[in-house]
């Protein structure tokens, strides 16, 4: 079946400028998360989703920083008025829900670039 | 808070050589542990798991270890071969916090024919 599905793959903006970066879960998947991956780094965890819901968005690095997944599948990442520093993969993962933790399954990731 | 410590890469091997990719942790209560794999121009994939002390998750030829007692999960293969070339994080998620996975830096192994 279809895995995550990021769009766009590559996102070239200005400083100052407004982004949104969609991200299509595996069908059934109630779990979301998003992270962001500077280069040589490790993923950070940003939001995590359960439904419609943002259970834990302790990792969004400032208020312009903002998610959505208002029909509990597609989840879009808005950041507004982009600064350099924000340039980075940023990866979706989606997982089944249930008990215990269950394996997160990656999309491709959106690189995002703010000139 | 958690964290996950890993060896600083890049580790080069040649080919048929043994591999260990050192992986420690800090957390509260008992984390799940992973290896992910990010293989050149591909996505991130979960290469194995432990739930719990002493489980050892394998694929692949991969094997590591959930070590309570030195906090560690330490990534090993006896025969690495040059398909093996690609950047292996560790990282840990507790059932408490939302099963959101916490990441080391990565290390990348190239491995030469």
């Known amino acids: 079946g279809a895995g995550v599905s990021q769009t766009p793959s590559n996102k070239v903006t200005e400083k100052g400028k407004y982004v949104e970066l969609r991200c299509d879960p595996i069908?059934?998947?109630?779990?979301l998360y998003w992270y962001r991956q500077s280069l040589g780094q490790g993923p950070e965890f940003l939001i995590y989703?359960?439904?419609?819901?943002?259970?834990?968005d302790s990792g969004l690095p400032n208020d312009r920083f903002f998610a959505v997944r208002p029909e509990g599948s597609v989840s879009t990442l808005k950041i507004q008025r982009t600064e350099r520093g924000d340039s980075a993969v940023y990866l979706c993962?989606?997982?089944?829900?249930?008990?215990?933790?269950?394996?997160?399954?990656f999309g491709p990731g959106t690189r995002l670039t703010v000139l | 808070g958690n964290s996950v410590t890993q060896m600083e890469g890049p580790v080069t091997l040649s080919e048929e050589a043994f591999l260990t990719i050192n992986c420690t942790y800090t957390?509260?209560?008992?984390?799940?542990l992973f290896w992910y794999v990010q293989y050149p121009g591909e996505g991130l994939q979960l290469l194995l798991k432990?739930?719990?002390?002493?489980d050892k998750g394998s694929n692949k030829g991969f094997e590591a270890t959930y070590r309570k007692e030195t906090t560690s999960f330490h990534l090993e293969k006896g025969s690495v071969q040059v398909s093996d070339s690609a950047v292996y994080f560790c990282?840990?998620?507790?059932?408490?916090?939302?099963?959101?996975?916490?990441f080391g830096q990565g290390t990348e192994l190239s491995v030469k024919p």
């Open positions: 993962a989606s997982s089944t829900p249930g008990p215990g933790v269950n394996e997160q399954f």
């Open positions: 069908s059934g998947h109630t779990a």
């Open positions: 989703f359960q439904g419609t819901g943002a259970a834990d």
């Open positions: 957390a509260t209560g008992y984390p799940s």
């Open positions: 432990a739930t719990k002390a002493d």
């Open positions: 990282a840990l998620s507790s059932y408490n916090q939302g099963g959101k996975l916490i």
